[in-house]
């Protein structure tokens, strides 16, 4: 599997950003921070380093312009 397919634990991202899960799951409930369901019922979330990454560089895009 390369870097680029890898995934993220809800709680790994939160931890980068220094946020709670709650925060990340928001994120993934209003569809701006893309994330994969695994398993049945609701399942466990992996969200792709590659979307974890457009997600910050979206969030430094938006920094830059205020």
Do not use: F, N
């Not at 893309?34 to 466990?44: H, I, M, P, S």
């Not at 457009?54 to 430094?60: F, K, N, S, T």
């Amino acid at each position: 599997m390369e870097e680029a397919d890898e995934m993220l634990l809800v709680s790994e991202a939160a931890k980068q950003i220094r946020v709670a899960k709650s925060t990340i799951h928001r994120l993934i409930d209003a569809g701006v921070l893309r994330a994969l369901r695994v398993g049945r019922g609701k399942g466990t979330i992996r969200i792709p380093k590659r979307a974890w990454a457009e997600y910050l560089a979206a969030c430094e895009e938006a920094a830059k312009s205020t």
